[in-house]
Structure formats: C-alpha cells, structure tokens
C-alpha cells in the first residue's frame, strides 16, 4: 500500500529524516510506497490534518495544539499523535538587531506578522508582559508563506519564527536577529510538528504505519550523527527550490540536528508531562474551546487519548 504523508510546510530541514528514507531506499527496502505531500500543494488552503481526518492521507505532520483542537472540537475524532519529530522547542519570537528591540517588553506597541490565531496572541502578549509590558500590539497577516519576508522588509517589528529555517536564512542574508524563546520567560509549548495517524485503520495499515516510523527513527539519528553529508544528500537530490543552497542547508542541518533525539538518543519519544503543562496553559488562557465555541478546561481534554509511544516500540 502507499502511505501518504501530509507535511506541515514546504519541504525544509524538519523533514530531513523522511526524505533520507526515501532517498536511501529505506522504505523501499521495508517494502513500504511513500509520498510526501508538501503543505503548499494546494496554496496551504487545507490543513495536514484536515486532510487526515477526511482520510486523504495517513500520516500528518502538524504543531500539538492542532490535534488538540482536533479532540475538543469533535471527542469522536479517531486521532492520536503516534511520534515528535524533535525533543526541543526551536521556536522564536524575533526581531532585527538593527531596530533596536532587545527586550520583549520593547514590543509593546510594535507590529506583529502572523495568522490571526488566539494562541499567538496570547504567547506573544504573555512573552511581553513576562519581561514587564503591557502586552499589547498591532498584528497584520500577510500571507502565510509570506510573512518572514514582511519581517525582513521592516513591514512589521517582529513574527513568530523556526530558528533552524528562517533563523538561518537570516543569517545567510546578512540579517542579525534578536530571538525571544517562549522558555526563557515562563511560557510553555508543545511538541512541533507531531506525527498524527488515524486509530481506526486496518491491521495491515498499522503495521506499516509502525514499519515507517521506525525507517524514520533510524533515518533521523543518522541526520544527528552526519549532518553534512546528510546536507550534500538533500542538496543533490531532494528536486525543491528550499535545498539549493549547500552552505545554507549544511547550517541548517547543523542547527536542527541538536533538537532530534531525547537524551537517551531516542528519536520520537514523547513526554506526559509536557503535553500536561501545555494543556493547562492553554486552560488557564482560555485557549480550549469545543466545537460550538463553549471555553473549555483541561479537565475536558483525555491527554492519554492524544498521544501514544506505542508505535515507536
């Protein structure tokens, strides 16, 4: 059978481990058919797990809050996070050195680029009022695939970024960032992106599922321990116009490559209490909603119905 697999944004560094499997062979070998599905295959109209709940995928990669929404919104929904693609939290909220916002709390009043969602602008008015602000800023939503770029054309003062991609890029273009990490000021994440599959599916379906995500396992430790080979491997082989670029995907690889495995070197892995300390943040930000709009609390949420290890045994 073929496995498709929704990623979550056009190809980059995050998927490093799904297109050395294919690039090596390994699904092949495992006797698995693969198709990788990038989000801009439609212009990012439909969300990867939209697609998997209307089955047109089985897999799909997206950030934790997604597949919790998923939950509230509909109970019934046969979903469960089966693999993190990485242990730590890369994120950032950042800014340019050149203007001079060192701090959070400088933000007050600035221009935020995003996607018009309640979970941004409750991080970003916590990150602010955490380092002494106010909390309050303008945010304007350029496209989705366009918002670094009105951040690094000074358009806006700050976005929500992945510091192993576009933190990178900025590096690569002469740009010198100032990185605001949600950690750093006492405010929790969840795991992104996760991997999400159905729990209604066949057998066969479920040993392939499990057959993959081990092929992947073992695809990813090889990115931690060679990515600069890995690097010249996507460069001369994945055909997007993200791995043209050696230098910038070595560094990449390089940056990314930290976040991969846990700190027994396993990759995957996944931890109870940190999807517990990001749903009762969520909670205590009235940020858990079900699908009529009614405010929810954590107590709503089973989160050992969101997430399983099992896959990865």
Request: hydrophobic share 40%; glycine share 6%; with cysteine.
């Amino acid at each position: 059978m073929k496995i498709k697999i929704a990623l979550d944004w056009t190809p980059n560094v995050i998927h490093a481990g799904l297109y050395l499997a294919e690039l090596r062979g390994h699904f092949t070998e495992a006797g698995l058919e693969v198709e990788l599905i990038p989000a801009d295959v439609d212009h990012n109209t439909k969300r990867p797990i939209d697609r998997l709940l209307e089955k047109e995928v089985h897999l799909a990669l997206c950030p934790s809050e997604h597949l919790i929404n998923s939950h509230l919104m509909n109970p019934s929904a046969p979903l469960t996070a089966v693999a993190t693609v990485m242990q730590e939290e890369t994120s950032a909220f950042v800014t340019l050195q050149s203007s001079g916002i060192d701090r959070p709390a400088k933000l007050d009043g600035k221009v935020y680029a995003g996607y018009n969602t309640l979970l941004e602008e409750n991080l970003l008015s916590n990150l602010i009022r955490n380092d002494g602000g106010e909390g309050v800023f303008e945010m304007k939503t350029p496209a989705k695939l366009e918002v670094f770029d009105a951040f690094l054309q000074e358009e806006v003062d700050t976005c929500w970024v992945f510091m192993p991609w576009e933190g990178v890029i900025a590096e690569t273009e002469g740009f010198r960032l100032f990185a605001f990490h949600l950690k750093d000021y006492g405010i929790p994440y969840g795991y992104s992106p996760i991997f999400v599959t159905r729990t209604d599916v066949s057998d066969l379906e479920n040993e392939n599922l499990r057959t993959l995500l081990k092929v992947v396992a073992l695809s990813y430790q090889e990115a931690v321990h060679h990515p600069v080979e890995v690097a010249k491997l996507l460069v001369k082989c994945v055909a997007h116009d993200n791995f043209s670029n050696l230098d910038f995907i070595t560094k990449a690889m390089q940056v990314i490559s930290k976040s991969f495995l846990d700190n027994r070197g396993q990759w995957g892995m996944m931890k109870p209490e940190r999807w517990d300390t990001y749903i009762q943040w969520l909670s205590d930000h009235q940020l858990l909603f079900d699908g009529q709009g009614n405010q929810l609390t954590k107590e709503a949420c089973q989160v050992s119905n969101l997430y399983s290890n099992a896959w990865l045994l």
